[in-house]
C-alpha cells in the first residue's frame, strides 16, 4: 500500500471512530434527563418520562437531581414540566443547593417566580447555612432581593460563619441591594463570627462609595473584629481610610 492510500485510510478511520463516538454520545444525551434538563430539551425529555418511566427525582453521580439542571441552566419550560410531573423542588444537590440555591445564584429571574409561586421555602438554606437571599445578595439584580423578601425571605439571616446577606452584597459591592437590605431590617453593624462588620467587609474590599453608604446608614466605625482591627484598620487604601477617620 502507497504512503498516500495509508494516510487516506487511517484518516477515513478515524473519520468513523469520530462518528461513532458522536452517536453513542447523542444517544447518551438522549437518554441521560439530566443533560436534557440542562439543555433545555423538552420533547425528548417528555419521551423518557412519559414513555421511559424515568423518575423526575432521581438524581445524577453529582447527586443533582434534573430539576436543579433545568433551573440552573434557566429552562423555565422544563422546570414548568418538571414540577407537573411531580419534581421536588426542595430536592438538594451537591453542598446541599436547592433549585432555588441556584436560580439566585444564577439570577434566572423567571425561574426563581415560578419556584416561589409554587412554594419553594424561601428560607430554605445549604449546608453552610446559605439561604437564596444571599445568593442573590452577592448576585446584586434588585428586582430579586425585592421579590424574595416579598415572598417571606429573613434579610437578616446568618449562615454558619455568621454573614448575613447584607455582608454578602457589601463583599460583592453591591450598593443598591445594600440599601435595600438595610430598609427590610438587615442590621447595619451586626457581626459575624469573626466580629467583622458589613463596613469591614466593605472598607477591606475596597468599595469607597459603599462605605460611605454604610456611613450615612449609620454603620458603626469603632468596632474591633476577633483580630482587633476596626473597619479603618482593614482598609484597602488610604482613601478609604481617610472615609473612615473620626473628624478631629
Known amino acids: ?15 468513523n471512530k469520530r462518528a461513532s463516538e458522536g452517536e453513542e454520545q447523542a444517544a447518551n444525551i438522549d437518554s441521560d434527563p439530566w443533560r436534557l434538563a440542562s439543555f433545555g430539551v423538552i420533547d425528548l425529555l417528555k419521551k423518557l418520562v412519559e414513555e421511559g418511566g424515568i423518575d423526575v427525582n432521581a438524581k445524577d453521580d453529582r447527586g443533582m437531581p434534573p430539576i436543579i439542571w433545568a433551573i440552573r441552566s434557566g429552562h423555565e419550560e422544563v422546570a414548568t414540566y418538571l414540577l407537573d410531573k411531580g419534581a421536588d423542588m426542595e430536592s438538594f444537590g451537591y453542598a446541599g443547593m436547592r433549585a432555588l440555591h441556584h436560580a439566585c445564584s444564577c439570577s434566572h429571574e423567571g425561574c426563581i417566580t415560578l419556584l416561589l409561586d409554587r412554594g419553594a421555602d424561601a428560607n430554605g438554606a445549604d449546608e453552610y447555612g446559605n439561604t437564596g437571599l444571599h445568593y442573590a445578595a452577592a448576585r446584586g439584580v434588585l428586582n430579586i432581593i425585592i421579590r424574595l423578601i416579598s415572598s417571606g425571605a429573613e434579610p437578616d439571616v446568618p449562615n454558619v460563619q455568621g454573614s448575613t446577606p447584607l455582608h454578602k452584597a457589601c463583599a460583592f459591592g453591591q450598593n ?40 450615612d446608614l449609620g454603620a458603626p466605625m469603632q468596632v474591633a473584629n476577633k483580630a482587633g482591627k476596626s473597619p479603618k484598620d482593614v482598609a484597602l487604601n488610604a482613601s478609604i481610610a481617610a472615609l473612615l477617620t473620626e473628624p478631629s
Open 1 to 15: 500500500m502507497s504512503e498516500k492510500r495509508r494516510r487516506s485510510s487511517l484518516l477515513q478511520d478515524l473519520v
Open 176 to 215: 443598591a441591594v445594600v440599601k435595600k437590605l438595610i430598609e427590610k431590617g438587615s442590621e447595619v453593624g451586626r457581626s459575624d463570627k469573626d466580629n467583622n462588620t458589613p463596613l469591614h467587609i466593605a472598607a477591606r474590599s475596597g468599595f469607597g462609595s459603599l462605605v460611605s453608604l454604610l456611613l
